[in-house]
């Protein structure tokens, strides 16, 4: 009996440190996730009316790099994914955008997030952004917000097509992605705590 004991003890041991280090990692990974990682050279696979690059323009830090899109036409300079290569955004709170606008003037933006596809306007999120000229760390909710016909946004699975415009450039002009993350509740406040926007990514 006690050599039984012994040996349920030492699996009952090796049961819990084995879960701990499973459950760790996705416990880990679903409090941010950078949806395009720059310094890895990830791009988006869809620059419409747009010209992609990285570049070391504006960049946040020494040895890092931003995303630089310039318009090839009047209203351009569309990036996007459809499907994106990180597409799984259940269980976060907030996409985190960092923009520097050089242009001088202010742009509206607008973010789409489209669940599924085919799918209606009505179904579909849009989020309208003002990127003032400079330096702009913007939030997007995930969480509690409707779609465009006033549905809840539900994003259970992985999405179909994201994708970030501005409303009026011009051609020739550029803008600056210099992050671009996933993050939860608890991430915003670690940030605000520590007096930082967060933009240095998920790395």
């Keep these: ?77 569309c990036i996007a ?10 269980g976060f709170d907030f996409i985190k955008l960092g923009i520097f606008n050089p242009t001088g003037k202010p742009l509206k933006f607008i973010f789409v997030i489209k669940p599924t596809t085919p799918i209606k306007y ?6 309208e952004l003002l990127v003032k000229p400079g330096k702009n760390d913007l939030e997007i909710a995930l ?4 779609t465009n016909g006033g549905g809840a946004l539900v994003l259970k699975d992985r999405i179909a097509i994201w994708s970030l415009s501005p409303v009026a450039i011009k051609k020739d002009d550029s803008y600056f992605v210099q992050y671009f993350r996933a993050c939860t509740q608890d991430e915003i406040e670690k940030d605000e705590k520590a007096g930082v926007s967060g933009n240095l990514g998920a790395e």
């Excluded at 009505?122 to 989020?127: G, I, K, P």
């Design 81 to 90: 994914e459809c499907p994106p290569k990180k597409g799984v955004w259940g």
């Design 122 to 127: 009505q179904d579909r999120y849009d989020a």
């Design 1 to 77: 009996m006690r050599i039984f004991a012994e040996k349920l003890n030492k699996a009952l041991v090796l049961f819990f440190v084995t879960s701990f280090f499973i459950l760790l990692p996705a416990a880990a990974q679903a409090k941010k996730m950078d949806i395009l990682n720059f310094n890895k050279g990830e791009t988006p696979t869809d620059g419409i009316k747009a010209e992609v690059s990285l570049s070391e323009e504006h960049a946040l830090k020494k040895n890092a790099v931003t995303l630089k899109v310039k318009a090839t036409e009047d209203g351009g300079a």
């Design 143 to 146: 969480t509690g917000v409707s």
